[in-house]
């Protein structure tokens, strides 16, 4: 049908056909959907949570409404210390000095030229399952595991702007900085720079949003969130870390030992089940398909375990396809619900051979001590307990 077609077509349409705003489908213009809206009965929206300092902010991903492994743009967790600054991308430029062979600066139209390649990365913030070190845990898994999502990032690789710019031979370390209020600063080693890190201008197929970092943002795979630094500016050429309070003050880790941590870039092997996970009921016994997140800072996913017994027996679960590389990757498995009470766990191990902890392993090895951001880098088993009436409640 050609557009006249079509549009007469519409015009010929029943007036009982609504729009999903419940408006008169002939009153819509056709720019009312340039950009696309969700059904109006699909609400699932990120959680603010209130005990964070004003003018700073997180907001958690809804991981247990998602399906595969891309977070929605709109639903991607956010976390920054100094708010999110409205930037004019055609003025906004990253400087590269330091230790370079000549000073070079980038607009984003510059970036847009060069080289481009797409990744599919999760981000994890270093504190994301913290509380339930504590023994605190969150009741969903958005309060729980919320802080980390996956999305494709396309931009230029780091490495083409250091070996435009030449590194001068001593230097070590990249030093990134963001253009918001706080002046956001991380201490990269020259290696993992020159290796896959990604300055990134879009996110799932269009610009950054706001809120990740536009229009442009480091991408650091499987490192801890905050080495992501978004709204880019500066990257300094060095011999040593700049020792930042970001990497310094903040993001070490607090030893049994009372000494600090420091550097802990690479986010550990983790996963999540998310249906059934806290806060929901199970509609009754019978066929139920567990779905979970797993991830590793350290490569892919090899495997994950999961147990309806609470750990005293385990099966494989299926690795649903693509599994790629520090990316979010989905696990299913088919479980027959008899109705009773159930502890459901999931544990998964990475292509290094690394397996998520119970627990008391954790504390074992990191105690008790948690630094002036919370416990950082917690990845231990997470148990959600099934009632026997269906409901699923956080243990
Ligand atoms: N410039 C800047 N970059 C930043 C931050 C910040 O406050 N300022 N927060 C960091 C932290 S702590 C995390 S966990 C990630 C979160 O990325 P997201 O908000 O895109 O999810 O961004 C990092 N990059
Ligand atoms: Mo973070």
Known sequence: MNRRGLLAGILAAPASVTSAHGQDERALGEGRRAYGERAVAVRSQR?????????????????????????????????????????????????????????????????????????????????????EHKGNPGETAQKSHGLVSCSEWTGVLLSTLLTEAGVHSEARWVVAEGADAGRHSRSIPLEKAMTDVLVAYAQNGEPIRPEQGYPVRLVVPGWEGNVNV???????????????????????????????????????????????????????????????????????????????????????????????????????????????????????????????????EVIAVRGMNEGPDGFNHYNGIKAWHVLPGGEVSHV
């Open 230 to 360: 978004k709204w880019l500016q500066r990257l300094q050429l060095a011999t040593t870390p700049a020792m930042s309070r970001d990497e310094a003050a903040s993001y070490t880790d607090l030893m049994p030992d009372g000494r600090a941590r420091q550097f802990s870039f690479e986010m550990d092997v983790k996963s999540v089940i998310l249906r059934p996970s806290g806060g929901q009921r199970l509609s009754g016994p019978g066929f139920h398909e567990i779905s979970g997140l797993a991830w590793s800072g350290r490569g892919k996913v090899a495997k994950v375990e999961v147990s309806a017994d609470g750990g005293l027996s385990w099966r494989l679960a299926t690795l649903q396809q693509p599994v790629l590389d520090r990316s979010l990757t989905r696990f299913t498995a088919p479980w027959q619900w008899d109705g009773g009470g159930a502890h459901l766990l999931s544990r998964a191990t990475d292509e290094t051979g690394d397996r998520q902890p119970a627990r008391d």
């Open 47 to 131: 959680y603010f949570a209130s005990s964070i300092t004003p003018g700073t902010g997180a907001s958690r991903t809804p991981l247990q409404d998602t399906h595969g492994i891309i977070t929605p743009s709109a639903l991607h967790f956010e976390r920054h210390h100094s708010g999110v600054p409205d930037i004019d991308a055609d003025r906004h430029a990253i400087m590269i000095h330091g230790l370079t062979h000549r000073a070079l600066s980038f607009s984003v139209a510059d970036l847009r030229r060069l080289p481009s390649v797409s990744r599919i990365h999760f981000i994890e913030c270093a504190g994301n399952s913290g509380r």
